[in-house]
């Protein structure tokens, strides 16, 4: 019986998350040529086809959406038995504070990874809307880590990247030509909810809120039913959602900030290095220094 190298394994899971191989390989720091040889050499050895290539990207196969399951598992099993050897000495607790736009997207992988490279880590997240309570708590002591969304150029934190605060509305419904303009957002102290109302108070647009909730999952249903319009970061549009370029007044930009208290322990600082070093706020960082070579003036 053959064996499954782990790294052709763990380029199959990238691969199949991302769905295009320009992207994975960015998220693996290697060339696209390399991916591509990797899941032709995986294939050879599972004796089927994973995927199919097309124009716009790559899908599974049957038989992929098989090994996808089984080589996630393996992957899990293979980092904690493995970290619990390399990393058995690194322990404490871990508090660590953000949105829950990073906690349910970006940082999903890094945790898990996290989690499982640590085992005798205690990691404990806490969500919140207010960028800048999250940013106090660990100025007090009481989070070691905050990733946060705060304002372009504010003061404090490690930037690693910038986006823009973008409206949007579903797809299959008009809520942004009602009048007075509905919308869907975080409940009082949300940095969304704040940059909206100034933006529609400067402009002297009517509004109210129509809908609100303490969870993204929430804001983002309410806009795909039609009860409003949302305010998202730009990077964060997903399906079923478009931005309303036109009509409303601009919104702000905002840098993805990372705080750390003065303080921290080993594993906090792994944690810490994890995020930095992650392919995705790496390209993100790099976008922003860009963007300030390039700013007139």
């Given at each position: 019986?053959?064996?499954?190298?782990?790294?052709?394994?763990?380029?199959?899971?990238?691969?199949?998350?991302?769905?295009?191989?320009?992207?994975?390989?960015?998220?693996?720091?290697?060339?696209?040529?390399?991916?591509?040889?990797?899941?032709?050499?995986?294939?050879?050895?599972?004796?089927?086809?994973?995927?199919?290539?097309?124009?716009?990207?790559?899908?599974?196969?049957?038989?992929?959406?098989?090994?996808?399951?089984?080589?996630?598992?393996?992957?899990?099993?293979?980092?904690?038995?493995?970290?619990?050897?390399?990393?058995?000495?690194?322990?404490?607790?871990?508090?660590?504070?953000?949105?829950?736009?990073?906690?349910?997207?970006?940082?999903?992988?890094?945790?898990?990874?996290?989690?499982?490279?640590?085992?005798?880590?205690?990691?404990e997240v806490l969500c919140d809307h207010r960028p800048?309570?999250?940013?106090?708590?660990?100025?007090?002591?009481?989070?070691?880590?905050?990733?946060?969304?705060?304002?372009?150029?504010?003061?404090?934190?490690?930037?690693?990247?910038?986006?823009?605060?973008?409206?949007?509305?579903?797809e299959v419904h008009a809520a942004h030509l009602r009048?007075?303009?509905?919308?869907?957002?975080?409940?009082?102290?949300?940095?969304?909810?704040?940059?909206?109302?100034?933006?529609?108070?400067?402009?002297?647009?009517?509004?109210?809120?129509?809908?609100?909730?303490?969870?993204?999952?929430?804001?983002?249903?309410?806009?795909?039913?039609?009860?409003?319009?949302?305010?998202?970061?730009?990077?964060?549009?997903?399906?079923?959602?478009?931005?309303?370029?036109?009509?409303?007044?601009?919104?702000?930009?905002?840098?993805?900030?990372?705080?750390?208290?003065?303080?921290?322990?080993?594993?906090?600082?792994?944690?810490?290095?994890?995020?930095?070093?992650?392919?995705?706020?790496?390209?993100?960082?790099?976008?922003?220094?860009?963007?300030?070579?390039?700013?007139?003036?």
């Open positions: 019986m053959r064996d499954l190298p782990i790294t052709l394994l763990r380029t199959f899971v990238v691969v199949a998350e991302t769905l295009n191989l320009t992207v994975a390989a960015g998220r693996l720091h290697r060339a696209p040529s390399t991916i591509s040889m990797q899941l032709s050499r995986l294939e050879e050895l599972v004796m089927a086809e994973l995927l199919e290539r097309g124009q716009y990207g790559v899908r599974l196969t049957p038989a992929g959406e098989q090994l996808r399951s089984h080589a996630q598992q393996l992957l899990n099993l293979h980092d904690r038995i493995l970290g619990s050897f390399q990393n058995a000495d690194i322990a404490g607790k871990v508090r660590f504070g953000t949105h829950d736009q990073y906690a349910t997207r970006s940082l999903t992988p890094l945790l898990e990874a996290f989690v499982l490279n640590y085992p005798e880590a205690r990691l800048h309570y999250l940013a106090s708590l660990v100025k007090e002591g009481k989070l070691d880590i905050a990733l946060v969304e705060m304002p372009v150029l504010s003061e404090g934190g490690l930037r690693l990247g910038r986006d823009e605060l973008v409206w949007v509305r579903s009048e007075p303009l509905p919308l869907a957002v975080f409940v009082e102290g949300c940095y969304h909810r704040d940059s909206a109302r100034q933006a529609l108070e400067r402009t002297e647009k009517s509004y109210r809120i129509a809908f609100t909730s303490q969870s993204r999952a929430g804001v983002l249903a309410a806009v795909r039913a039609g009860i409003g319009v949302g305010v998202i970061p730009r990077k964060t549009l997903e399906a079923g959602m478009v931005v309303v370029e036109e009509g409303l007044p601009p919104l702000p930009r905002t840098d993805t900030t990372l705080f750390v208290a003065e303080r921290v322990n080993e594993a906090t600082a792994r944690l810490v290095h994890t995020i930095e070093e992650s392919p995705q706020f790496t390209r993100a960082k790099m976008d922003t220094e860009d963007w300030h070579r390039r700013r007139p003036g």
